[in-house]
């Protein structure tokens, strides 16, 4: 996204011009380069250039296209690129859906979180009660089972990273 009205602000014609052109004002007049300039006689006027003899003009931007052919976006391109100018413009729908992301992840991190504190109470719990068990003689049948119960809590733990 090229923020045109940007590079409009930051940068002027004279400076287009002279770095371009490699030209030089002399009487207040540049030379034209669009046609056969004899006598300068394109003149800048604030963010407009204007060629008196062969009646080219308008801003930065299409003097940039016309002297180097260059399509509307290439000229920005080259403009924004040129005189150091950031062309990001206001924050972009991909921008906002990238924040709103972030703080869905953030969110759904947050959950996760508890989701794991949940279980490691649980798991706490039944170790608990599996050592409980064990000291007062349940069959190791039962046992095994809860202690695989434990096991996969364990394991239902990892799934929620
Ligand atoms: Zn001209």
């Known amino acids: 996204m090229i923020n045109v009205a940007e590079i409009k602000r930051q940068v002027s014609p004279v400076e287009v011009i002279e ?21 300068p006689s394109l003149s800048v006027k604030a963010d407009k ?22 399509s509307f976006v290439e000229a920005s391109v080259k403009l924004a690129s040129d005189f150091n100018i950031e062309i990001e413009a206001e924050p972009t729908k991909r921008d906002i859906w990238a924040q709103v992301e972030a703080e869905c992840r953030q969110k759904r991190r ?18 608990i009660i599996h050592r409980a ?12 089972r809860y202690a695989k119960e434990i096991d996969d809590l364990e394991n239902y733990k990892e799934y929620w990273r």
């Open 19 to 39: 770095r371009y052109t490699g030209a030089r004002r002399s009487h207040g007049k540049y030379p034209c380069p669009f046609h056969a300039d004899k006598h």
């Open 49 to 70: 250039w204007h060629c008196w003899a062969c009646g080219a003009g308008g801003d930065v931007l299409n003097f940039t296209q016309k002297y180097f052919g260059l």
């Open 133 to 144: 068990m064990f000291r007062s003689g349940v069959p190791d049948e039962v046992l095994n």
């Open 110 to 127: 947050q959950e996760l979180q508890q989701v794991r504190e949940d279980i490691d109470g649980e798991i706490e719990a039944m170790t």
